[in-house]
């Protein structure tokens, strides 16, 4: 089927409306009509080449929220007129151990979203910057926040699940001090969702004006990085610190806020290499420097329901398709609060 998407022929070319093929629903298949599709740091990576490999025509777009519209015959988890949604993975190998286990985030064969190979045309995967996506059932989502939230909801698919993850991994709960560094469209997910789980969150920013910013989305203390005194008050004092800045930065200044034994988690991913981190301040308290990547589809599914218990959505701004490349250009300068989301129906205009 022919549906209207936006995306890219070329690295160096801005997006535009592109006439796309998807695929009818197989048995195991779900074929969602997608209502809105959140804006994240990596589409623009991806689409602009600045991450290696990708593929053209290029249709960025994997915090995916819709309908259902047909469902194959072999499926049971979702019917026609189900609030659902996509995340960052349409496929893996489904029978490796980190499948097994429900982490098909770190499945060698993870077929993502948008520009892996596939066997639809154009021979790579086309993503949620389209009116339709047909995905197989495994990979889909249940959405219980109430439907007026929806655009809301969309960033929860990356934004959310890459900060939920590594939270729940490194146990952060009550009696823990947990720090986010980043006020962006991560960094408001982390803090959101770390506060709901009952941590004391430190937000780090190097934007004074954030500082009420942070406090209205639920930290409990906000750092100024750049000032060298608010950071040396908190030393050795983390257990955990979250750090989701997407632009290469010296990560010792927050390595030696760490308890022993505490962990700094990369989840910002630059499109170039951090300065290479001093080993003392690793070795000398037992300090843990960590990566995470999204999170596994159970684990995707425990997190929109944990949002939607605790009435947890992304701040968004909304927009129609063809402001993407502004969108883009905002994106760059940090000019958001805090998500983009597109408005899907949009892409008919």
Known sequence: MKVKAYGAHAGDLPLESLDITRRAPGAHDVQIDIAYCGVCHSDLHQVRSEWAGTLYPCVPGHEIVGRVTAAGAHVSNFKVGDLVGVG?????CQ?????????????????GTYNF?????PGHT????SQQIVVHERYVLHVRHPEA???AVAPLLCAGITTYSPLRHWNVGPGKKVGVVGIGGLGHMGIKIAHAMGAHVVAFTTSESKREDARALGADEVVVSRNA???QAHANSFDMILNTVAAP???????????????????GAPATPHPSPEVFNLITKRRTLAGSMIGGIPETQEMLDFCAEHGIVADIELISANQINDAYERMLKSDVKYRFVIDNATLAA
Request: proline share 2%; charged share 25%; hydrophobic share 40%.
């Open 126 to 129: 086309l993503g949620g910057y």
């Open 117 to 121: 190979p596939t066997a639809d045309a």
């Open 149 to 151: 939230q929806l655009a």
């Open 249 to 267: 930065h010296s990560l010792d200044e927050f390595l030696s806020l760490l308890k022993r034994d505490g962990a700094l988690t990369l989840v």
């Open 229 to 231: 005194e608010e950071m």
């Open 95 to 111: 029978h490796c151990d980190d499948c097994a286990e429900g982490l098909e985030n770190y499945c060698d064969n993870m077929i």
């Open 88 to 92: 960052c993975i349409v496929d893996s």
